[in-house]
């Protein structure tokens, strides 16, 4: 993930001999090791964070753009994918797995302050993304996707695509929706 600013890239890396994230220069120059786990990294809006999960199952946790301590963001069972809002005040993810809510949580901790069930079984890789006005999260629902107004209300298709799978999904800052689609295809043995 690339950082707003253009400065910094965070990756995955197992190059120490364990999966942890890195953060190097756009450039790929410097790269310096920011945690020895971790995974789904993203940045904090503010630019001074990353955002990623610490654990299995995922502890939703911050470390400085620097490096040093990790902080746990939320205490909740089940989480997947977390996803900032893009004003930093409320964390989203999937809560319990394929079957369970959308939880939105305050950035700096506490309760859960809103759940929103999904209409059908939702596909959990292609992650939970924030619209760029932050007044809404989406999702992949049957092949689709699907943005939940975070004021309430019912969630909303945005898409209207022949069943194929959606690999990856977000949002460009300019407020284009990107897609990669296609099909899976597996041999039985």
């Not at 120490?16 to 904090?44: I, K, N, V």
């Not at 964070?49 to 089940?78: E, F, K, N, Q």
């Not at 859960?112 to 924030?130: E, I, Q, Y």
């Not at 019912?154 to 959606?166: A, C, G, H, R, S």
Request: some cysteine; charged content about 15%; overall charge neutral.
């Amino acid at each position: 993930t690339v950082s707003r600013d253009g400065r910094y890239v965070v990756f995955v890396s197992d190059r120490a001999g364990h999966a942890g994230l890195w953060r190097m220069s756009l450039d790929g120059s410097s790269p310096r090791q920011l945690t020895t786990t971790g995974s789904r990294p993203s940045f904090s809006p503010d630019g001074t964070g990353v955002i990623y999960c610490r654990d299995t199952p995922c502890t939703p946790s911050r470390v400085p753009i620097d490096g040093g301590d990790s902080v746990p963001l939320v205490a909740a069972d089940g989480v997947h994918y977390p996803a900032v809002s893009p004003n930093g005040k409320f964390i989203a993810f999937f809560s319990g797995g394929a079957a369970g809510p959308i939880a939105l949580f305050p950035f700096e901790g506490g309760p859960a302050v809103k759940t929103f069930d999904p209409l059908a079984r939702l596909s959990l890789l292609p992650g939970l993304h924030w619209t760029p006005d932050g007044l809404a999260v989406t999702y992949v629902c049957s092949s689709n996707i699907w943005s939940q107004p975070i004021a309430g209300g019912p969630p909303k298709q945005l898409t209207d695509f022949t069943p194929m799978q959606i690999h990856q999904f977000d949002w460009s800052p300019d407020g284009r929706l990107i897609v990669s689609r296609g099909t899976t295809s597996r041999d039985v043995v």
